[in-house]
């Protein structure tokens, strides 16, 4: 489980922004108690703010961290493609990154500076019995393992300087290091993120294929779904829980309608079977509503996270579903009937009415700093002063109780338009 992620120097965000996963109020079924931690950690958290105030680039600092890990070691001879903040002194400095987990009871920490030239910094540490113990750490070209682990020397050969030592040690299969190397790698991206970005996109829908089909082991399944088996009743009672008039899915030999479903060279055909009051109709992927195909698409990434306890992002949730269906989303994470295993969701929003199912410690707001940078702030400790529990956490925000709101001034345009002098 995620217990705190922390960025600088990445996009909007300038200095370090931190998103807590520890929850304040402990004693409710949805938090997982941690003993080795002492604390209790969320299995929901929500990013709140304006637009253009940064809540995007949070997510994408995680999900940048997670690409990095999966891709460096092939695909970043020519630099390396972190994106600095583009004001000020932002360009000339790296870009930092730190992730805490719990993993089997036992706490890991890696940070990562960087630019767009070289590693600075690298170190993977773990807290055995509560005491901070080296893995390894990097400072550039060089590269220290704790004692004990010599089978991990080869990393050296395969470091360059835009080259993670996390992404060269984790195929020497230590656990040590491939525990938190496929938690990150296990991390999943939905919404607007995914959208953008074509190979994210159809990992997504294939996933949800996989759930259906049932098909096991495949070379071009994702990452994610080593030692998992599909099952196809459960995702066809996720489906049936958005009450879309669909009963059944249909994966046969067929034109796609939609190419994200289908890997190059196999012509597999999705359609899903609408029951009507006389009959049953199958209707092309293709021909679905919006809505239809965004809650089809997410099952796979939904239930693949509850099932191996990772993380799933998902960018602006509200853009993607129905109110309702946003709300039924984020009980199968806070219910522990339905996750067992600790998995999390991480989302960012403009609707307020999730803040209703929402904890007061699952709430973050970000606004934009007068020099362009993002601010990143947990409600329940809003401006030094403890947000109440029983606080009605929409009305306060809506009225502006916790600031993270848009500045309308309709001044400048009634202008503009010549409707005031």
Request: avoid cysteine.
């Amino acid at each position: 489980m995620l217990i705190r992620f922390e960025a600088a120097n990445f996009r909007s965000i300038l200095g370090p922004v931190e998103l807590s996963m520890v929850a304040v109020d402990r004693d409710r079924p949805a938090v997982q108690r941690i003993d080795s931690i002492d604390e209790s950690l969320l299995p929901v958290a929500a990013i709140y703010g304006p637009n253009a105030s940064g809540k995007s680039n949070v997510v994408a600092a995680l999900s940048w961290l997670r690409d990095a890990v999966a891709d460096s070691l092939r695909f970043w001879d020519d630099g390396i493609p972190v994106e600095p903040f583009a004001f000020g002194d932002g360009p000339r400095r790296p870009s930092e990154f730190t992730v805490e987990l719990i993993l089997g009871g036992v706490r890991f920490e890696y940070v990562v500076e960087l630019d767009t030239d070289a590693i600075r910094y690298e170190g993977l540490f773990h807290y055995p019995e509560r005491k901070r113990r080296r893995i390894f750490e990097r400072e550039g070209d060089e590269l220290t393992l704790q004692r004990g682990l010599g089978h991990l020397s080869g990393t050296r050969e395969l470091l360059t300087a835009g080259t993670l030592a996390l992404s060269a040690a984790r195929r020497f299969r230590e656990p040590l290091v491939s525990g938190p190397a496929h938690a990150l790698l296990n991390v999943q991206t939905l919404g607007q993120m995914a959208r953008r970005r074509p190979f994210v996109r159809r990992a997504a829908s294939l996933s949800t294929r996989y759930w259906f089909e049932e098909t096991g082991p495949d070379q071009l399944q994702p990452a994610w779904f080593e030692d998992l088996r599909p099952d196809r009743a459960q995702a066809l009672a996720l489906l049936r829980m958005a009450d879309l008039g669909i009963e059944d899915v249909l994966i046969d030999d067929g034109a796609a309608a939609d190419q994200d479903l289908t890997p190059p060279g196999r012509r597999r055909r999705v359609r899903l079977v609408h029951r009507t009051e006389s009959e049953a109709v199958p209707l092309d992927f293709g021909a679905e509503s919006e809505g239809t195909r965004t809650w089809f698409q997410l099952i796979g990434p939904v239930l693949t996270a509850l099932k191996a306890g990772s993380l799933l992002l998902f960018d602006e949730l509200d853009a993607s579903l129905h109110p309702t269906l946003s709300m039924q989303l984020i009980r199968l994470f806070t219910d522990p009937a339905t996750n067992p295993s600790g998995a999390q969701l991480i989302f960012t929003s403009h609707d307020t009415s999730l803040l209703n199912h929402l904890n007061r410690d699952e709430v973050w707001l970000t606004e934009k700093a007068a020099d362009g940078a993002t601010r990143l702030g947990a409600l329940a400790e809003f401006a030094g002063e403890r947000v109440r529990r029983s606080q009605n956490l929409e009305k306060a925000y809506l009225h502006g109780r916790f600031g993270a709101l848009p500045d309308v001034d309709r001044t400048e345009i009634l202008r503009a338009l010549g409707l005031i002098g």
